[in-house]
């Protein structure tokens, strides 16, 4: 299969130099030629994991053996604790679900797509010979997960920007105490919209992304969205067969990555009703989904960190399907949203969307409410997911992150600590990373120093 660029300017690539692009040379985003038709993979029961995801992944990936793919999704779950399942369906009210996505390494949903692009990486490097260096930007979660995938592997450098001050203080252990040589934390003094436009600003300099032989992990990365799509056809396998009519998919969201890999899985044959996308105060994606304008804002410090974005990156790939791949028309709008200028989409009837917005206070209640309705406790990104359930419809909360993530706000919400051993051991570790101003310019030349002279 071919892989294309939203602006339609840059030649369409192969599976590894998809994967190795990350953004496209003309700024757009990858996008397949075309989507397989996956009903063949969906099931009255679950299949084991890994072997869900090799059958989706050789539908995208005709560059790797079957046999390479099959270990290397044998590989990436192999870190899951019980890699079989490793996106347990938990049933907590008679219509209501939620599909657990935290139970990997740094117990948050970005593990799926993040353990497979560490290894993606380590066989990127083992055929081409050349050491890779990775950027990405984070709200709390991508940065971990990447780091983990990506730590101690051998002529891989990592260097992962966050907003300082905007994330929990263990989301922030879990980068900057890992002992890892190649690994490279970077605090800038702003939010992570500032953290992602300097990401994509680098990567558009085409001439110090050679020279600097750079790679991307976050969901700009096409590869990070086909992962995420595995565990929407694992929940639906789960679910019981009186409970697949008119489904609901309940997704927190804030750069849009992790719903859009369900809307494309059911763009290729997955049967879900409606995907629900569940913001925090920070609603640009509620403002979009429920007027059909796309306008930033400034963004607001919450008790969900990990969405506090104005600048939500997948939008591009979800408006160059909504416009038909009219990659013209594509470039235009990116170009306004890019200046901060409102959009208004054309014909806008997001038939499979809808949305919900909840604050800061909501996310307290939510969290309480849950625990003392169905005694599942959630994590504050997750409790956004919560907000305004129709118990009649199936539905399945997809739940992001371990609550134990968050131990101040929980223990706000509902008096007690959540606590995990994985968390625990972090705390009497030394963290290491920089603080730099938030400049396209600070981050570049941290980069020259610790790539181009290092």
């Not at 939203?6 to 757009?28: H, I, N, Y």
């Amino acid at each position: 299969m071919r892989f294309h660029s939203t602006r339609g300017e840059s030649p369409p690539l192969g599976f590894t130099e998809t994967f190795a692009a990350g953004l496209a040379p003309d700024g757009g985003l990858y996008i397949p030629e075309s989507l397989p038709d996956i009903t063949s993979l969906i099931r009255l029961s679950p299949v084991p994991y890994p072997e869900l995801a090799a059958d989706f992944f050789r539908l995208f990936d005709d560059e790797h053996s079957p046999g390479e793919v099959e270990a290397l999704m044998t590989r990436s779950y192999s870190t899951f604790p019980d890699a079989a399942n490793a996106a347990p369906l938990v049933q907590v009210a008679e219509n209501t679900f939620v599909l657990e996505l935290f139970h990997g390494p740094t117990l948050a949903f970005k593990d799926f797509g993040l353990q497979l692009v560490g290894n993606l990486f380590e066989d990127q490097i083992s055929r081409t010979g050349m050491p890779v260096n990775i950027l990405g930007a984070t709200s709390g979660d991508t940065g971990s997960a990447a780091i983990n995938g990506l730590a101690d592997k051998k002529d891989a450098r990592v260097f992962i920007l966050y907003p300082q001050g905007r994330i929990s203080e263990l989301q922030e252990r879990q980068m900057t105490c890992t002992g890892s040589e190649n690994i490279f934390p970077i605090a800038i003094e702003g939010s992570f919209d500032d953290a992602q436009n300097i990401v994509k600003d680098l990567f558009g300099d085409l001439e110090f992304k050679a020279r600097a032989n750079l790679s991307a992990v976050n969901s700009i990365n096409l590869i990070r969205i086909l992962a995420q799509c595995v565990y929407y056809i694992h929940a639906f396998n789960q679910l019981p067969e009186n409970k697949r009519n008119a489904l609901r998919f309940v997704v927190p969201t804030g750069n849009f990555g992790n719903i859009l890999a369900g809307w494309l899985t059911s763009r290729m044959g997955l049967p879900a009703g409606c995907f629900v996308v569940a913001t925090n105060q920070n609603d640009l994606l509620y403002r979009l989904f429920t007027s059909g304008r796309y306008q930033q804002g400034e963004v607001s410090h919450s008790l969900a960190p990990s969405m506090d974005i104005q600048v939500a990156s997948n939008f591009e790939r979800f408006l160059h399907y909504h416009l038909e791949g009219d990659s013209a028309h594509t470039t235009r709008i990116m170009a306004q949203v890019k200046a901060g200028e409102a959009v208004d989409l054309p014909d806008f009837e997001p038939e499979k969307f809808t949305a919900t917005r909840t604050d800061d206070q909501g996310i307290l209640e939510n969290i309480r409410i849950t625990m003392e309705n169905t005694g599942y406790l959630t994590d504050p990104h997750t409790a956004c997911a919560f907000q305004d359930i129709n118990p009649a419809i199936p539905t399945i909360i997809l739940a992001t992150a371990h609550p134990a993530k968050f131990p101040e706000t929980i223990r706000k919400a509902i008096d007690k600590q959540p606590e995990h051993s994985s968390l625990e051991a972090l705390k009497s570790r030394n963290p290491r990373n920089v603080s730099i101003p938030a400049t396209c310019s600070a981050v570049r030349d941290y980069l020259e120093e610790n790539i181009l002279k290092g």
